[in-house]
């Protein structure tokens, strides 16, 4: 048999068999393999829709917040156990055996509160205050920000600032010396060595992002910051700590700044600022800081701190000698001939000698003080020549009192002094020819204009006395003098400038005599004792995010110099825009793709459900095109090749009928 004839029976085989198979299959079943295909496709298709808004959901309304922030509750009372809850929460050393003390307010709750306890030569503080400052809205209304501050310390503070902590009374004596760099135990320590330290004091148990910081004494500091805010209700809250690298101390503060209207309470009270000091410190400080009699909410009107001098060992004198500002090496304090004594007191309204000697013992200042008031040794300056000076020189500050100075002779040729009766800070103040105001030339040995010099015995010396706040250098003079006489009729007129800024407790000014009588009768006092002003640092933390509801952002500002003023302080709330969200564009287009499905899938399950027995004829019409041809007889029968017809393209299904019969 030809290879052409076995293919077509074997093709003829395979179509019956497939159109069996097909016409076996019942018109029921595939409409409902249809129906099932196609609700498991739209099942998948509006679950996948469920969890594109699900993940849109979570990214716009949930987000990621970073850090937490540690959110602490005020005590609801002034009561220890209410203090050492709070305790408990962020330090975590127990507070059994703390020390509580506690302030007045206003707000219902516990406004000023402070405890300590001592370990060793550890000790732990909470400090706590709530206070209520006034500002005006964009719309000029009076509104009143609440900051509630939560602080926990931790240091290693030596015996003295301990002693300090164990004699304390009342809050009073304590809200203003909590730290205190000078009491607390040196070491050093790396960023991750400090965030070890802080977790095993604190309870703040997540990684931060601490940063290095140098102030302005040089001191290196580690510290984060972190906030968040309420999007509903005007609250932000702010976690800050700090360690320091090269003391053993570190600090954890809670702010809570919120806004509430004013009320006529707090529109009507009007504050009583008293004046509080600290106890003396090892340092001969106390701090001067200012309460509100009246526990107004408001700061406004409070005096600035201060810094003033005390007597901490009750001596006499304010500071050591060691507290001499000078550039001359080896300077000891004799009291009445003898050397001072730290544990005598010399307070006792009785004059004194007082000598101050180089390390060849020679007494290069000398003079009275009548210890009515401590001796101020903090306050004195004292500057002398170097070796490669060409002239000797003493500059003395800081002592108002007649005195006598010595100065070294370094040219041969000199035989005078040239006197400048004022505070000076630098030789080249005194004039070359010695003819500026305030100075005056003295001849050694001799007197002049109130002045008298002489030469030690040996001649290495000059010896000056009747001054007071003076600079004084050699100087070889030729010629004569100008006639004392003419200069003892003169009246001098005094001209003074104004005080210049407080520094270490001094401040000064410069007096001129307009006549030039070259003397200093009646002349005005040019140095005093002053307190320092305090100039804030203000801090700022990072903005908020914005506040839907009030369309405002807040952050907060500290000062670290603790000045008590809102002077120069930065704005700590601004206007802002919310971000532009494309969520509702997605949204709607999404709502439109699943209309359109929902539309179609309609459509579909309509066609196929509105006429179920029309379907079936169909389908069963077009089953009758797919029967199969009669079966070629089992042996082929005989052949004889007939005539060729004329050449036609042969049929492309030569097994389906054209025309069934």
């Known amino acids: 048999m030809p290879i052409k004839k076995r293919k077509n029976r074997k093709a003829v085989r395979r179509n019956v068999k497939t159109a069996k198979t097909i016409k076996n299959i019942s018109i029921k079943d595939i409409r409902n393999n249809m129906l099932k295909t196609f609700k498991q496709h739209i099942f998948r298709i509006i679950l996948s829709i469920l969890v594109l808004l699900l993940i849109i959901f979570s990214l716009r309304f949930i987000g990621t917040t970073g850090k937490a922030v540690l959110e602490m509750t005020p005590p609801a009372s002034c009561s220890d156990t209410a203090i050492r809850d709070v305790w408990d929460s962020v330090i975590k050393e127990n507070s059994s055996g703390s020390v509580v003390f506690t302030g007045s307010g206003t707000s219902g709750g516990c406004d000023n509160y402070l405890a300590y306890k001592i370990t060793g030569t550890k000790a732990y503080l909470l400090i706590g205050s709530f206070i209520i400052t006034p500002y005006l809205d964009v719309n000029h209304n009076v509104i009143y920000v609440n900051t509630t501050s939560i602080t926990a310390v931790y240091g290693n503070f030596t015996d003295e600032y301990l002693s300090i902590l164990r004699n304390s009374t009342s809050i009073d004596n304590l809200t203003s010396i909590y730290v205190v760099p000078d009491y607390v135990a040196q070491r050093n320590k790396t960023i991750p060595e400090a965030e070890l330290e802080f977790k095993s004091e604190i309870n703040m148990n997540d990684s931060q992002s601490w940063q290095s910081y140098t102030d302005d004494l040089g001191n290196t500091e580690y510290s984060y910051i972190i906030g968040s805010s309420n999007g509903t209700e005007d609250k932000s809250f702010f976690n800050i700590g700090t360690v320091l690298a090269r003391y053993y101390f570190g600090q954890f503060d809670f702010i809570q700044r919120s806004i509430s209207p004013a009320t006529l309470a707090n529109l009507t009270c009007t504050a009583n600022w008293t004046e509080k000091i600290t106890p003396c410190l090892g340092s001969e400080k106390q701090t001067k800081y200012y309460v509100d009699a009246n526990s107004c909410p408001s700061p406004e009107g409070k005096p600035a701190d201060s810094v003033i001098r005390c007597d901490f060992n009750g001596d006499g004198l304010y500071g050591h000698p060691s507290a001499f500002n000078t550039t001359i090496a080896g300077l000891s304090l004799y009291i009445n001939g003898t050397t001072y004594s730290p544990s005598q007191n010399y307070l006792n309204n009785v004059s004194k000698k007082i000598e101050i000697k180089n ?126 006489d003419d200069e003892e009729n003169c009246t001098p007129s005094w001209n003074c400038t104004s005080w210049s800024e407080c520094i270490n407790s001094q401040r000064t000014r410069t007096c001129s005599d307009i006549n030039n009588c070259n003397s200093t009768a009646n002349k005005p006092v040019e140095s005093e004792t002053c307190i320092p002003p305090c100039s804030p640092n203000w801090n700022c933390g990072n903005w908020t995010n914005c506040n839907k509801k009030t369309l405002k952002q807040v952050r907060v500002c500290t000062d670290a110099n603790n000045c008590g003023t809102q002077e120069n302080k930065p704005t700590e709330s601004q206007d802002c825009e919310m971000p532009k969200s494309s969520t509702g564009k997605v949204l709607l287009i999404i709502g439109i793709i699943i209309l359109i499905l929902g539309i179609a899938g309609f459509a579909v399950w309509y066609l196929y459900m509105r006429n179920p027995a029309a379907t079936e004829e169909g389908t069963e019409a077009g089953n009758v095109s797919w029967q199969a041809p009669p079966q070629p007889p089992a042996s082929p029968p005989s052949y004889s090749p007939p005539a060729m017809p004329p050449q036609q393209p042969p049929s492309q299904n030569p097994f389906l009928s054209q025309n069934p019969q």
Request: charged residues 25%; contains cysteine.
């Open 359 to 484: 390390r060849d013992n020679l007494a290069i200042i000398e003079f009275d003080w009548p210890f009515s008031s401590p001796l101020n040794l903090y306050a004195m300056n004292f500057r002398k020549q170097e070796d490669s000076d060409a002239r000797g020189y003493l500059i003395v500050n800081g002592i108002s009192a007649s005195k006598k100075i010595i100065i070294d002779r370094k040219m041969n040729n000199s035989n005078a002094v040239c006197v400048k009766n004022e505070e000076i800070y630098n030789i080249n103040q005194i004039s070359t020819m010695c003819n500026a105001t305030h100075e005056a030339i003295v001849p050694c040995p001799g007197s002049r204009s109130g002045y008298a010099c002489d030469l030690d015995d040996d001649e290495e010396y000059f010896e000056i006395s009747g001054l007071t706040n003076s600079g004084v250098i050699e100087m070889y003079y030729e010629g004569s003098l100008p006639d004392e």
